[in-house]
């Protein structure tokens, strides 16, 4: 099993820092719950890493929150007294066994009888559908002591980070690692995992926190106004400048400045900041002295600043500047026990506002969950390649499509980008004992289409992902699956917001030209360039 898989963030090694050895044991965490508040508690399934059976019902046995002593059963009426059965597999499968008569459980499908999850899968992770009403994650968890454990929810407190997953638990502690140290501190993560939170974190519990927190985006600067932004410029010293500028440096002096994007620093810019954390002076434009300052710099990229050195676009010494420290964020498809905890922390958040927080804690047990066991299941499933900004969008957009209402209902559009499956996430094709009509073609097992034809296929379809699936006769969740396990074929989600401003750019917003360019699905580019905060051309 590749540790990939398995570890979900890193932080950067220092001197004499060992290699953590990692854990593993099988868990099942509460993605949903009819009520809220259980998302997230966790059983481990120690016994079933020792070889032995456990049992699952309504009754047995206790899930807990993250580092508390007490816990409960699930307790929901329709999850039946019978048990059902986890044990071990050979080469770390789990296999599930349900009792005649025993609480229905759906992993993608209706299970029968019995299934067994290969490693691979369940290093994914498998939301499971219980009696329709409360959905499990069976997934694996690095085992933390107590102690530790503890640590991490008190600092979880404080730092407003929700979840829980060994990943995030990981972010925490370097946080609190940096909390005595001036060192610059490096932030990586795709686009929308919170690195502006977390800069917001490392300056709150710093000796800085009652001095102020600038934060600028340099992707979202005109390149030719960067340095006179960051580092305040002279009266005359440019056309428009009719009087002395301060800069973000001066204005943040004494506190920390917080670049985003720093991958997107013009080069004059790069020179600049590497002068300023070698000798603490900048100059501002068109000054001849220097002026000294004293700020904590905390950068921040989801670009690979390594590949843009070997490109001649970013300074290697900057680099090594920057990194005084790295914070590794992992993306929300490799947390997924952490997306029910969010869901409902943003949910709580946009219910409050329209005078409906009451959904999360129904009175009657009988009620339909306001959360239906599907759409949490597919919450899990999805990729998220808009990361946590996306879920609280995609979050906003439930609540209020289904206010008023007693449970939510998802869109057709938005159910239909849902669909796609985490990457990394083992499907189990039903295409084979699918029906078929003598009035259509059959359908084709997804093994029968090549790499080369699919590729032809998609962009014979403009790369409208539905369109290609019926032009290939194959389930839409399948062509999702070859997409994933081709080495030629990109998704949005692979895409980094520097490329895709790029290609914006050249194409002056033009969607059509952009998917013709990229090569990806039209549907998902689009979300992608709204996350960023681009208009396409209509």
């Not at 999850?79 to 986890?86: E, L």
């Not at 929810?153 to 925490?172: E, F, N, Q």
């Not at 670009?303 to 490109?311: C, G, H, P, S, W």
């Amino acid at each position: 099993m590749s540790k990939s898989a398995i570890a979900d963030v890193s932080t950067a090694a220092g001197p004499g820092r060992e290699a953590e050895v990692l854990d593993l044991v099988p868990a099942l965490t509460i993605v949903s719950h009819p009520l809220a508040q259980r998302a997230g508690e966790r059983c481990l399934l120690d016994t079933v890493a020792a070889g032995r059976e456990l049992n699952l019902s309504r009754n047995a046995p206790d899930f807990t929150r993250p580092g508390r002593a007490l816990g409960a059963p699930l307790n929901d009426p329709f999850v039946s007294r019978r048990p059902i059965r986890f044990t071990a597999g050979p080469e770390g499968r789990v296999r599930l066994v349900i009792e005649p008569g025993g609480t229905p459980v759906i992993a993608d499908t209706p299970i029968e009888r019995s299934i067994e999850f290969t490693a691979e899968e369940v290093a994914a992770g498998i939301p499971l559908a219980l009696a329709e009403r409360v959905v499990v994650l069976l997934h694996l968890f690095e085992r933390a002591t107590e102690r530790a454990t503890e640590r991490m929810i008190d600092a979880a407190d404080s730092l407003k980070m929700v979840g829980a997953s060994p990943g995030i638990r990981r972010v925490r502690s370097a946080i609190e690692r940096l909390t005595d140290l001036p060192v610059p501190v490096l932030i990586r993560g795709e686009t929308g995992t919170g690195k502006e939170l977390v800069a917001r974190a490392i300056h709150d519990r710093s000796s800085r926190r009652n001095a102020s927190f600038v934060s600028v985006n340099l992707g979202a600067i005109p390149r030719e106004l960067a340095a006179a932004e960051l580092f305040g410029s002279t009266k005359g010293a440019f056309t428009s400048a009719t009087r002395d500028r301060e800069g973000l440096f001066r204005t943040a002096h004494g506190g920390t400045l917080f670049l985003d994007e720093v991958g997107e620093a013009p080069p004059e810019v790069q020179v600049m900041l590497l002068r300023v954390l070698e000798t603490g002076e900048l100059y501002p434009v068109g000054a001849d002295v220097p002026v000294q300052t004293q700020v904590r710099l905390i950068a921040a990229t989801d670009a690979n600043l390594e590949q843009q050195i070997r490109d001649g676009r970013f300074k290697a010494p900057l680099l090594h500047r920057l990194a005084g420290y790295e914070v590794r964020i992992p993306p929300l498809r490799e947390r997924r026990e952490d997306i029910g905890p969010l869901f409902y922390h943003f949910a709580r958040e946009e219910l409050e506002a329209i005078g409906e927080a009451h959904r999360l804690a129904p009175e009657d047990p009988y009620a339909r969950p306001w959360l239906p066991a599907p759409i949490a299941a597919q919450l899990v499933r999805y990729a998220w390649p808009g990361n946590i900004r996306q879920l609280r969008n995609v979050t906003r957009q439930l609540v209020i499509d289904s206010r008023g209402l007693a449970q939510l209902r998802l869109d057709p559009q938005l159910a239909e980008e849902l669909a796609m499956p985490a990457r990394g996430t083992p499907a189990r094709d039903t295409a084979a004992r699918m029906p078929t009509s003598p009035t259509t073609p059959p359908r084709r097992k997804p093994s029968e289409v090549t790499e080369h034809e699919l590729l032809e296929v998609l962009r014979a379809c403009a790369w409208d992902l539905k369109a290609a699936a019926d032009r290939l006769r194959i389930p839409r969740p399948s062509i999702y699956d070859l997409i994933d396990k081709s080495t030629s074929i990109r998704t949005a989600g692979d895409l980094g917001a520097e490329e895709i401003t790029t290609c914006f750019r050249a194409c002056d917003g033009d969607l059509d030209a952009m998917v013709a360019q990229l090569q990806v699905s039209k549907r998902a580019l689009s979300r992608r360039i709204k996350e960023l905060g681009l208009v396409p051309r209509t």
